[in-house]
C-alpha cells in the first residue's frame, strides 16, 4: 500500500475528467529528452513527482488524484490515462481498440500475443521512456518493454494488466563520421539495421534472423555471424545510453559507469531501458557473406556430428566460419540441417568445411548471399503465431556427448507423438574459443565463461506448438531430455552451468547460472543504479536477478 498526500493533486476533480474526455492536443511537454547525468545515482530522498516535475511534466493535470489504496487495475487506469494526456490519443492503446490487437498480435510467440496489457504506450521519444517509468513508480502500475518481441514466453515483453512499452519509433540508424562505430535505437530489428549498414560496407555483430529487436538480443549476450571473429553482440557495444530508475539517462562504456556496462553484457533488462547502443562497426564489403542450409539423412548422422565437433574446435583457426546443426523428425523419418555462414563471400572451398563437404547432403542451398536478405531467409523458418519454447544447456565440447545428446532426443521424441502441430528440434551450437576470448575485452562480461572451460556446445530444444493445453506435455519433454544430457555431461565430466539467456527457458534461472561472484556483483550494481528494485518489482518480467520467469519445480531449470 501506498498513501498518498491529499494536498498534492488539489488540481485534479474538475481539469482532469474534463480533459480525459476530450480530443484537445495532448500535454505539452517542454522538454521530451530524459534528464542527463554523469553516474545518474538515485538520492535517499529522491522524489518521483519532483522528477517528473523536472521533465517538464505539469503533474497537477494527471488523472492520478485523490486515491489513497490502489488496486493493481486502479493503478493502471491511473498511469494509462496519464499517458495519453501527456502524449495523445495516438501513443496510448486500449484493449478496445484495432491498433490493439494488431500490437498483440505482432509478437512472435502466441504465448505472449496471448496477454493482455492495460494499455500499450509506444513511447514517441527518450523522454517519454523516462516518463512511463516514473509513472510506473508513482502509480504502482507495473510494465514490460518490446523491442522486437521475440522471447518465447509470457511476460518477457508484454504484461499481463501493466503497460507494455513499445520502443519501435527508437528507431535511429547513425553511422558515426570515422565509420568505426553506429549508434542504434532499439526499435530496429536486424534486418532494418543490416539494410541501413549495406550502402556504407558496414555490418556490426548482431542477430541472425530478421526480426529480431536490437534489444533484448545484445542484452542477452548476442550470437552473431562473426562472433568467431570478434564476440558475441554485447561483447562489441562501445557504449550505451541507458534511462535509469530515476528517469535520468547515463553512458555506459568502458570508462563511464564501468559498472554498468559490464552488467549490460549479458544482464538483460535488470538495470534500466536501453535507448542506444553504439556498436562498433566491422567492414563487410558489399554486404555479402557465404551461408545456407544442407539438409542430411539418418545415415549421415555420425559424420554430421563429427563435422559439427570439427568446425567447433578448429575455429581459433578460422574465425569467418558459424554453424549450428539442427536434429528432428519430418513425417517420421529423422533428418537433420546443417546452416553453414562465413564471415566473407565464397567461403564453401575453405578448408574448415572439409568434412562437411564429405558428407551427402539431399538439399544444399549455401551461396554467396547479402546480409539484410540473409535474415529475411532464415525468418522463414520461425513463423509467427504459435506456442515456442526454447530451452536450453550448456557442455564442455566433446564429441560423443553430442551423439549421446541427440540419441536421448530421438528416444524422448515419442512422447510428442500426440500435440498437435508440434516440431520439436534439438539445436547445437558452439561457444567457440574466440568467442571466449572476446568475451574478456574491456573489462569482460558477467556470463561466467572461461577461456579455460571452452570451447563449449550450447544445446537446446526449440518447439512449436498449437494448444495451451499441451503445455504441460511439451515442457514436460523439454524437461526429460536436458534432465538426461545434463546427467550425461555430469557423469563424464563435461558440465557447465551456465545457460544462454536469449535460449533460456521459462523455468531457468538465466542469472544463477553466470556463478555466484558474478550473480552477486550483479545484485551489487542493481542496487547502486535501482535501490527501489524498480526493475525487479515493477518490471517483473523476463530473466530476474533473484529468479526465473516463472518458478516451478516440475521443470528443468538449468
Known amino acids: 500500500m501506498r ?24 500535454l505539452a511537454l517542454p ?75 505482432g509478437y512472435w510467440s502466441q504465448i505472449q500475443e496471448n496477454v493482455q496489457p492495460y494499455c500499450i504506450f509506444k513511447a514517441p521519444n527518450k523522454g ?25 514466453f509470457q511476460g518477457a515483453s ?11 519509433a527508437l528507431d535511429t540508424i547513425t553511422v558515426s563520421s570515422d565509420k568505426k562505430t553506429v549508434a542504434v535505437g532499439p526499435g530496429n530489428t536486424w534486418n532494418a539495421v543490416y539494410t541501413a549498414l549495406a550502402p556504407y560496407n558496414l555490418a556490426v555483430l548482431g542477430g541472425r534472423v530478421a526480426p529480431i529487436g536490437v534489444g533484448g538480443l545484445t542484452t542477452g549476450g548476442g550470437i552473431s555471424f562473426f562472433s568467431s571473429l570478434y564476440g558475441w553482440a554485447c561483447d562489441n557495444v562501445a557504449s550505451y545510453d541507458v534511462i535509469l530508475a530515476s528517469g535520468v539517462q547515463v553512458t555506459a562504456s568502458p570508462t563511464t559507469n564501468s559498472d554498468l556496462y559490464w552488467s549490460l553484457r549479458g544482464g538483460g533488462n535488470n538495470f534500466g531501458i536501453v535507448v542506444n547502443f553504439n556498436y562498433l562497426a566491422i567492414s563487410l564489403p558489399g554486404s555479402e557473406l557465404w551461408g545456407g542450409t544442407r539438409i542430411y539423412t539418418e545415415d549421415q548422422f555420425a559424420g554430421l556430428a563429427n563435422a559439427f565437433a570439427g568446425v567447433v574446435s578448429d575455429s581459433p583457426n578460422d574465425g569467418n566460419a558459424g554453424q549450428w546443426v539442427a536434429w528432428l523428425e519430418s513425417n517420421g523419418t529423422k533428418i537433420a540441417s546443417a546452416e553453414l555462414y562465413y564471415g566473407q563471400p565464397n567461403g564453401r572451398s575453405a578448408a574448415i568445411w572439409d568434412n562437411y563437404n564429405a558428407l551427402t547432403a539431399i538439399s544444399d542451398s549455401t551461396q554467396n548471399r547479402q546480409l539484410a536478405a540473409y535474415t529475411a531467409e532464415l525468418a522463414s523458418s520461425n513463423p509467427y503465431g504459435l ?145 527501489q528494485q524498480v526493475f525487479q518489482v515493477l518490471q517483473p518480467g523476463y530473466f530476474k536477478l533473484d529468479r526465473a520467469p516463472v518458478v516451478d519445480a516440475r521443470y528443468f531449470s538449468g
Open 3 to 26: 498513501l498518498w498526500s491529499g494536498c498534492l493533486w488539489a488540481a485534479l476533480a474538475l481539469a482532469v475528467n474534463a480533459q480525459s474526455n476530450s480530443t484537445d492536443a495532448p
Open 387 to 531: 506456442r515456442e519454447t526454447y530451452y536450453g544447456l550448456t557442455v564442455k565440447a566433446d564429441e560423443s556427448l553430442a551423439v549421446l545428446a541427440k540419441d536421448i532426443f530421438y528416444q524422448e521424441l515419442p512422447a510428442m507423438a500426440n500435440v498437435a502441430g508440434a516440431n520439436p528440434v534439438l539445436i547445437y551450437q558452439g561457444i567457440t574459443l574466440p568467442m571466449i576470448e572476446n568475451m574478456q575485452k574491456n573489462g569482460g562480461n558477467p556470463l561466467g565463461i572461461a577461456v579455460a572451460d571452452g570451447p563449449l556446445y550450447l544445446i537446446h530444444v526449440a518447439c512449436w506448438w498449437d494448444n495451451a493445453s499441451d503445455d504441460a506435455t511439451v515442457y514436460a519433454f523439454v524437461t526429460s531430455v536436458l534432465t538426461q544430457i545434463k546427467a550425461a555431461a555430469t557423469q563424464i565430466g563435461k558440465q557447465n552451468a551456465y545457460v544462454y539467456m536469449n535460449y533460456g527457458g521459462v523455468y531457468e534461472d538465466v542469472i544463477q547460472s553466470y556463478g555466484a561472484a558474478n550473480k552477486a556483483r550483479l545484485k551489487r550494481v542493481a542496487a547502486k543504479y535501482d535501490p
Open 128 to 152: 517519454a521512456v523516462a516518463v512511463v517509468i516514473l509513472l510506473s513508480r508513482l502509480t504502482t502500475c507495473p510494465f514490460a518493454v518490446k523491442s522486437g518481441g521475440h522471447a518465447a
Open 31 to 105: 522538454d521530451n529528452a530524459p534528464l542527463n547525468s554523469t553516474d545518474g545515482l538515485e538520492p535517499a530522498d529522491f522524489n518521483v513527482t519532483q522528477a517528473l516535475v523536472d521533465m517538464g511534466v505539469d503533474v497537477s493535470a494527471l488523472p492520478i488524484a485523490q486515491v489513497v489504496e490502489r488496486s493493481s487495475s486502479a493503478a493502471c487506469t491511473l498511469a494509462c490515462a496519464s499517458l495519453e494526456l501527456l502524449y495523445g490519443a495516438q501513443s496510448v492503446e486500449f484493449s478496445n481498440s484495432a491498433a490493439y490487437t494488431a500490437f498483440t498480435s
Open 158 to 168: 508484454n504484461i499481463e494488466g501493466g503497460i507494455t512499452v513499445s520502443l519501435a
